[in-house]
């Protein structure tokens, strides 16, 4: 049976997450723009969280997750809502990149979507499923995710990044300083549930049913 999770247990994981993710945009390009779309509806059902203008002009749609587990495992949403048949936003985003925060490691990975989509989709099977229950009000729905783990992602896909977030970086932060398994491109939700327990990622504005 899937563990269950209550919103307002992961909204303030969520928040964080976004806090480092608006960080490290705001560092790597200054003079950048950082637009929280969260709460509109045009981007909602995009799968898109911010928006990144960068001093050039261009624009940049930008996915959130923020993950509380210990152990560096992706958990790509493909259901994400089993009640309803409602398609996760690992599929249907279109997002640039997803900055996946694991905040108990104090990393940001930066993966660039529609990379590491094209990568996972063809050995799906590979990976097992697992479930989670969260409840918003008196509303209960089960969300569906693989267990991807991230030195395979790190291996198959140079350009994602792994980077490690400074002590105190984001407001309220919970995580410390640790080492990443990759700082630099080679060449952008454990941190997924575990077998005997499931844990949803920190949901953000895109995570609606």
Same mark, same amino acid.
């Given at each position: 049976?899937?563990?269950?999770?209550?919103?307002?247990?992961?909204?303030?994981?969520?928040?964080?997450?976004?806090? @480092?993710?608006?960080?490290? *945009? *705001? =560092? /790597?390009?200054? #003079?950048?723009?950082?637009?929280?779309?969260?709460?509109?509806?045009?981007?909602? @059902?995009?799968?898109?969280?911010?928006?990144?203008?960068?001093? /050039?002009?261009?624009?940049?749609?930008?996915?959130?997750?923020?993950?509380?587990?210990?152990?560096?495992?992706?958990?790509?949403?493909?259901?994400?809502?089993?009640?309803?048949?409602?398609?996760?936003?690992?599929?249907?985003?279109?997002?640039?990149? *997803? *900055?996946?925060?694991?905040?108990?490691?104090?990393?940001?990975?930066?993966?660039?979507?529609?990379?590491?989509?094209?990568?996972?989709?063809?050995?799906?099977?590979?990976?097992?499923?697992?479930?989670?229950?969260?409840?918003?009000?008196?509303?209960?729905?089960? /969300?569906? #995710?693989?267990?991807?783990?991230?030195?395979?992602?790190?291996?198959?896909?140079?350009?994602?990044?792994?980077?490690?977030?400074?002590?105190?970086?984001?407001?309220?932060?919970?995580?410390? =300083?640790?080492?990443? =398994?990759?700082?630099?491109?080679?060449?952008?939700?454990?941190?997924?549930?575990?077998?005997?327990?499931?844990?949803?990622?920190?949901?953000? #504005?895109?995570?609606?049913?």
């Amino acid at each position: 049976m899937p563990r269950s999770f209550s919103m307002r247990g992961v909204q303030g994981a969520a928040d964080r997450a976004v806090q @480092h993710a608006r960080t490290w *945009m *705001m =560092e /790597t390009a200054p #003079g950048s723009h950082v637009h929280d779309v969260q709460l509109d509806p045009r981007f909602q @059902h995009r799968g898109v969280d911010l928006l990144w203008e960068l001093p /050039t002009g261009e624009v940049r749609g930008i996915e959130v997750k923020g993950d509380r587990q210990r152990s560096r495992r992706y958990w790509f949403e493909l259901v994400s809502n089993v009640e309803k048949d409602t398609p996760g936003c690992f599929l249907y985003s279109g997002a640039d990149l *997803m *900055m996946y925060v694991f905040l108990a490691q104090a990393e940001l990975h930066v993966l660039p979507l529609k990379q590491v989509r094209e990568w996972f989709l063809p050995r799906a099977k590979a990976y097992s499923l697992k479930h989670t229950s969260t409840k918003t009000g008196a509303i209960r729905y089960t /969300t569906v #995710g693989a267990v991807v783990p991230c030195r395979e992602v790190l291996d198959a896909v140079p350009s994602v990044l792994c980077i490690p977030l400074k002590r105190g970086a984001g407001k309220g932060a919970e995580a410390e =300083e640790a080492p990443s =398994e990759r700082e630099t491109p080679a060449g952008e939700a454990s941190s997924a549930p575990e077998a005997s327990e499931s844990a949803p990622l920190a949901p953000t #504005g895109t995570d609606v049913e």
